[in-house]
């Protein structure tokens, strides 16, 4: 109980002073503490606010020919890199529920075949400039010269990968090269195998203007090959997205 001064003469008016005083502590103690927790919720928040900014739809695109089990896989390791590069701190189920919007944005979503991102060296495997990696490039029979060489893929249903810089329109081609085992996959298979190759294992990622249309191209040189073909199949970035590919393959030869 605190003390009253001696010009506070009753015990009464002592005891209703020492109260109030009491109590003004007790609702400043309160309302700190309070701030001082909201404050502390707040920052998982930033940090989710953060990483919506960092990773757009545009970003995720790739996913989007793949099935619902490849999607999230993709976005788990995509979240998991912003995590580990900025030193988040985020709890399972807020990671979820970022993963769980970023899929329904998806669902929705209208790819921008005509998007541009900035040339810059995330485009590039360690800054690499094609003028420099072409000198080095390798090629074996009739594949065609890359800006990489042929890189080694772990998978079963890829042989390797190379990528050629700044092609019409400034995008970038993929050299595919399926195993004999991928010529004998499913399109989506393939697909899926090549992305995690190019990501996961040789942290490459080409510039181009349509993922749907890098899939229509695979799918297309999936499918004629039964009429002939070379090794690479050559998914060129500046092609749009073609529903009607399957019409004409003969023809067009997957070049539309």
Request: with cysteine.
């Amino acid at each position: 109980m605190l003390a009253c001064p001696p010009m506070i003469k009753t015990n009464a008016l002592c005891k209703t002073i020492a109260v109030f005083f009491t109590l003004t502590l007790m609702t400043v103690l309160s309302a700190t503490a309070v701030s001082a927790q909201d404050q502390d919720e707040e920052d998982p928040t930033s940090s989710v606010d953060t990483i919506q900014d960092l990773l757009t739809l545009e970003d995720l695109e790739y996913v989007l020919p793949l099935g619902s089990r490849e999607r999230r896989e993709f976005i788990e390791f995509e979240l998991s890199l912003l995590i580990e590069a900025h030193d988040f701190d985020l709890t399972e189920k807020q990671q979820s529920t970022l993963i769980d919007s970023w899929l329904e944005l998806l669902e929705n979503h209208e790819p921008q075949a005509d998007y541009i991102v900035p040339r810059d060296a995330k485009w590039r495997s360690n800054g690499s400039d094609s003028r420099e990696t072409r000198s080095n490039s390798r090629s074996s029979g009739e594949r065609p010269s890359t800006d990489t060489g042929y890189l080694n893929c772990s998978s079963v249903y890829v042989d390797s990968i190379g990528l050629s810089y700044y092609g019409i329109g400034g995008y970038d081609t993929i050299h595919f090269e399926p195993s004999r085992v991928g010529r004998t996959a499913s399109s989506s298979q393939l697909y899926s195998e090549m992305i995690s190759c190019l990501k996961r294992e040789l942290h490459l990622w080409p510039h181009v203007k349509s993922w749907d249309s890098i899939f229509q191209q695979l799918a297309c040189h999936n499918f004629g090959q039964l009429i002939g073909g070379g090794p690479t199949w050559d998914l060129e970035g500046h092609r749009g997205s073609k529903w009607n590919w399957w019409w004409g393959v003969w023809s067009h030869r997957c070049n539309w």
